[in-house]
């Protein structure tokens, strides 16, 4: 699950998103990885909770549009079916995305 909540701050419109996935999920570690943060494939580890779902909430600019995936104990890509979008990547798979523009309205599209 993604939600998205708009916030106004002193350096204008964020959007804090929470990214969560289900206790199903297996594995030991799981990233969010995305143009957000470089790709980076350490720097965003996701935490269990109580009942065993996972979850990560970021802040991100208003009006932008991020690419992610998750990464799965460092070595399997796992994509997100409540993204806002997709876009083909340079692997042959899909990244997905989330459309911080308030007026944005979720459409099952590629971008």
Known sequence: MIDKTWMETESGLMVRVRFTLPNSVWADRIC???????????????????EG?????????AGGAYQFRY????????????ADAYVLNPYG???????????????????
């Open 53 to 61: 779902q996972w979850g990560l909430t970021i802040d991100l600019e």
């Open 71 to 82: 990464l799965c104990d460092g070595e399997r890509w796992m994509n997100d079916s409540e």
């Open 32 to 50: 969010l990885v995305g143009d957000f943060n470089e790709w980076n494939t350490t720097s965003h580890t996701m935490q269990r909770d109580r």
């Open 93 to 111: 798979s899909d990244d997905f995305v989330i459309i911080t523009d308030p007026q944005f309205k979720k459409k099952d599209a590629a971008i």
